[in-house]
């Protein structure tokens, strides 16, 4: 039974964890959402989702007048599409994730050490080297080691919408 709450702490950590999404097109008008587009886009590997539902990868883009200029591939070959014709852009911050899963990861992971599943001897007897707060202690260090990783892999979205 405590590896089933083990199992279900870890699993709500790798959901919700740090997976968050920043919607810019809800903050600024459209001139502005360029502006920011240009100025934090530039070198991040970005998803493009066309108005026709059709996706891909690009390493760059930039925005000038009404035209994104996207980088292909590493020997930068550089194409253009009308930002009419673009839904939305997607990029990941994986290092803007790693305090949201620091803090959650100690959380969960104090919670499951004052709960007793972390550091119980298996033969369920009086242990003197067992002390709660200990585990609570050494649940949150391990949470928080764990959250931070988790935060890192799953990453930051922002989603800039254009043609919404």
């Given at each position: 039974m405590k590896l089933?709450y083990?199992?279900?702490a870890i699993?709500?950590l790798?959901?919700?964890g740090?997976?968050?999404?920043?919607?810019v097109?809800k903050y600024y008008?459209?001139?502005?959402?360029?502006?920011?587009?240009?100025?934090?886009?530039?070198?991040?590997?970005?998803?493009?989702?066309?108005?026709?539902d059709s996706?891909?990868?690009?390493?760059?883009?930039?925005?000038?007048?009404?035209t994104?200029?996207?980088?292909?591939?590493s020997?930068?070959?550089?194409?253009s599409?009308?930002?009419?014709?673009?839904n939305e852009?997607?990029y990941?911050?994986?290092?803007?994730?790693?305090?949201?899963?620091?803090?959650l990861g100690?959380?969960?992971?104090g919670?499951?050490?004052?709960?007793?599943?972390?550091?119980r001897?298996?033969?369920?007897?009086n242990?003197p080297?067992f002390d709660?707060?200990?585990?609570?202690i050494?649940?949150?260090?391990?949470g928080t080691?764990?959250?931070?990783v988790?935060?890192?892999?799953?990453?930051?979205?922002?989603?800039?919408q254009?043609?919404p």
């Amino acid at each position: 039974m405590k590896l089933f709450y083990l199992t279900v702490a870890i699993v709500f950590l790798f959901i919700i964890g740090c997976s968050h999404t920043y919607e810019v097109s809800k903050y600024y008008s459209k001139e502005d959402l360029k502006k920011e587009f240009n100025r934090s886009a530039p070198s991040k590997v970005l998803k493009v989702v066309l108005t026709n539902d059709s996706s891909f990868n690009v390493f760059k883009g930039v925005i000038v007048n009404d035209t994104m200029y996207l980088n292909y591939n590493s020997t930068n070959t550089i194409k253009s599409i009308p930002v009419s014709t673009v839904n939305e852009v997607i990029y990941k911050n994986h290092w803007k994730s790693i305090l949201p899963g620091f803090l959650l990861g100690g959380i969960v992971g104090g919670t499951l050490g004052t709960a007793g599943l972390l550091g119980r001897p298996k033969d369920g007897g009086n242990n003197p080297k067992f002390d709660q707060f200990t585990a609570t202690i050494g649940g949150a260090l391990l949470g928080t080691i764990v959250g931070s990783v988790v935060g890192y892999i799953i990453g930051y979205k922002y989603h800039f919408q254009f043609n919404p």
